[in-house]
């Protein structure tokens, strides 16, 4: 958490500098794409399989100029990560099917080494490493729409760490709307490297996120 504060400092002190033009602040907001490795159910039952979710994601960023095409680039985003499962079970001799959800959400610090291919409107590759904080994990479902089953909202965030560590990968471009301003999108690849598993219980394993991002930002000089 002290990290987390200390980002949100350094934006702050950040956007104070801004007109200089070395420096560059905005926002993004997107969807995210999300999977866990590790400790999976077997998919092949014809009682629990799962998929990825989509999820939403949505912060701010500050840009740094090292040299004419290099910047350094860091993020603070609110970022959803969730996977979908469906279930069968029998009541009353009858077969019900319902979906649950695994909804993690997290604060995510990217610092990203960025690389533009030429001055204006311009294709760029970044990556770095990551650092995510886990704000709230529960289990949803919609078996309510099934008779005499009351199936709430689970709390399971005693069974994960506070903190994911990763690195991220990305690909973009950018649109120049003016000299003090710009648009960007971006594809980009979060892998999840720290186990985010609480216990260490064999059955359980590592586990370990991922998410595929799809960004849009706007920039401001």
């Known amino acids: 958490m002290r990290t987390l504060?200390?980002?949100i400092s350094f934006f702050c002190t950040t956007l104070s500098y801004s007109q200089d033009s070395k420096f560059k602040f905005g926002v993004q907001g997107g969807l995210t794409y999300s999977d866990y490795r590790g400790n999976q159910l077997d998919i092949s039952s014809t009682e629990y399989t799962e998929k990825p979710?989509?999820?939403f994601l949505g912060g701010l960023h500050v840009e740094y100029q090292l040299k004419k095409r290099i910047r350094l680039k860091l993020e603070v985003s609110y970022e959803q990560k969730i996977q979908k499962e469906k279930n069968t079970f029998t009541y009353g001799g009858k077969v019900y099917n319902f979906t649950s959800k695994k909804n993690q959400d997290y604060v995510v610090l990217p610092l990203m080494l960025k690389y533009s291919f030429?001055?204006?409107n311009?294709?760029?590759v970044n990556g770095g490493p990551f650092i995510g904080f886990l704000l709230k994990s529960d289990i949803t479902n919609d078996a309510e729409k099934i008779e005499n089953v009351n199936m709430n909202t689970i709390d399971n965030m005693a069974l994960y760490k506070k903190t994911d560590f990763g690195v991220s990968i990305g690909v973009g471009k950018?649109?120049?709307i003016n000299q003090k301003s710009s648009i960007y999108i971006e594809i980009r690849d979060n892998l999840g490297l720290s186990n985010?598993?609480?216990y260490d219980i064999e059955e359980y394993g590592n586990l370990k996120t991922n998410s595929l991002n799809l960004m849009v930002g706007y920039s401001l000089n």
Do not use: A, K, P
Request: aromatic residues 16%.
């Open 5 to 7: 504060l200390l980002s």
């Open 53 to 55: 979710g989509l999820g």
């Open 118 to 120: 030429s001055d204006r």
């Open 122 to 124: 311009s294709f760029y």
């Open 174 to 176: 950018t649109f120049e």
């Open 196 to 198: 985010i598993n609480n």
